[in-house]
């Protein structure tokens, strides 16, 4: 806490002498200095200068958890078992598996930093310190998992919701769990199921979105991506959270009712591949390319290729543009 406490005191980007900041914590000036090296050593650049302090050149938008749960819990439809917000973590998604094995049906957690973020099919999902939105949901749907299919197109169509709202412009959805802005990967879905039964599936919906990447952090990441700082953004990210979530939270409850039938227009509406030549692979074969047709009624992806019309669902299939 001591870490989070004394990046929470240098957010706002002024200085702050080491006996202000040693006072602040009731630690000494050199428990300060070594809690500077950790915050550095996670990536942030902190400037020292003797007789005026330290300095987060810019400031840091943290998101604040007691304005969270404020926000949250004026919003009837949102009631959540739990909400964990950490500093840094392995993955939101480990926390979320975590609160299911204990017996949690719909929780949130969120972390400022994930050092081992991760993305569909293996990859690693880049998560410096409060650079974008890195949060899971724990949830149980009194379904089999049979009937989920196309859950991650209907969360990535809340995103966008949410961002549209806010303003933000050409915000599309890729089949099946992604956002794009010009062609560039802006948010991603992973989603995982640790349980199953006829009657009740336990999941976790993980949720990567980019809010403003440093350049030596983006350096790192092996696509075309984008940021809501690139966008214009004006929203600081506890505000961010909370409109995903507002949007979110009732599109899952009105998926378990109703599946994915019920968003399948508003998403063709949004595909950005819609009518236009893919190529997708998957585990059985190397590529297939064709035009790609939209989505099915349970979120199944439809290619036309030159001999029929292919259906491909989810898992490890991935889809490219030709």
């Known amino acids: 806490m001591t870490r989070h406490s004394l990046l929470t005191l240098l957010a706002d980007g002024a200085f702050h002498s080491g006996r202000e900041l ?12 070594k809690q500077v090296k950790l915050l550095e050593a996670m990536g942030l650049e902190v400037f020292s200068i003797r007789g005026r302090g330290y300095r987060i050149p810019g400031g840091v938008d943290l998101i604040e958890l007691d304005r969270l749960n404020s926000l949250l819990g004026s919003t009837s439809s949102i009631q959540l078992d739990e909400i964990d917000l950490r500093l840094s973590t392995g993955s939101t998604n480990e926390l979320a598996l975590e609160g299911l094995r204990r017996g949690v049906h719909r929780a949130l957690y969120v972390a400022e930093q994930q050092t081992a973020g991760r993305g569909r099919r293996g990859r690693q999902w880049i998560s410096p310190l409060a650079s974008g939105l890195y949060f899971s949901l724990a949830w149980r749907f009194r379904c089999g998992v049979t009937a989920l299919e196309g859950l991650s197109l209907a969360v ?23 956002l794009l802005v010009g062609g560039k990967k802006l948010a991603g879905v992973l989603i995982e199921v640790t349980g199953d039964t006829a009657i009740e599936s336990q999941l976790v919906i993980g949720i990567g979105l980019n809010t403003g990447l440093r350049e030596a952090e983006a350096d790192a990441i092996d696509q075309q991506w984008s940021d809501l700082h690139q966008q214009g953004l004006t929203m600081d990210r506890t505000e961010l959270l ?16 109703d599946g994915f039938k019920v968003f399948r227009e508003e998403w063709l509406a949004a595909d950005i591949f ?10 059985a074969e190397a590529y297939i390319t064709g035009i790609a047709a939209g989505v099915n009624e349970t979120g199944a992806l439809l290619l036309q290729t030159e001999r029929e019309l292919r259906i491909l669902h989810g898992g490890e299939v991935s889809l490219r543009p030709v």
């Open 22 to 33: 040693g006072e602040a914590l009731q630690i000494s000036r050199t428990a300060v200095w």
């Open 156 to 178: 990535g169509l809340a995103l966008k919701r949410a961002l549209d709202q806010a303003g933000y412009r050409d915000v599309g959805v890729k089949w099946p769990n992604d």
């Open 242 to 257: 909370v409109s995903l979530l507002v949007e979110l939270i009732p599109v899952l409850q009105e998926f378990e009712r």
């Open 274 to 283: 819609r009518n236009k030549p893919v190529r997708v692979q998957t585990g």
